[in-house]
């Protein structure tokens, strides 16, 4: 009975170490501090990202360890912001985005009737 439950405990703390992740989050907003709902939040280079809620807030996990990603932020009619961050071992890292406002220029259009 002992070794048995030695061995569920050992097992369990294993896969603990396994699964364990980093997060990343925060929030997008304008430059008025306004939230940007469904914001893209990405890191480059890989396949993690996050869209942001109601709120503007993000949530992107990572798998754990230490070391440096740039992160992403990017929203229709603004422009794109990036920041280097240096994930933890464990635990989290909060990092906010104000996008500025980019304007998209259109040829004027000409409407003529016959």
């Known amino acids: 009975m002992k070794m048995r439950n030695c061995f569920f405990i050992t097992a369990f703390v ?11 989050e925060g929030t997008v907003s304008d ?16 396949s993690f990202g996050a ?19 740039v992160v992403m932020a990017s929203y229709i009619g603004y422009k794109s912001s ?3 961050v240096d994930v933890p071992v464990s635990g989290s890292v909060n990092l906010s985005f104000s996008l500025a406002i980019d304007p ?8 003529t009737a016959l």
């Open 51 to 69: 869209a942001t809620d109601a709120n503007g807030v993000y949530t992107i996990n990572v798998p754990e360890g230490n070391f440096r990603v």
């Open 31 to 46: 430059g008025s501090g306004n939230p940007l709902v469904g914001a893209n939040v990405i890191v480059e280079g890989t």
């Open 82 to 84: 990036s920041a280097s």
């Open 14 to 24: 294993f896969t603990s170490f396994v699964f364990a992740q980093s997060t990343i």
């Open 104 to 111: 998209i220029g259109l040829k004027g259009v000409s409407v």
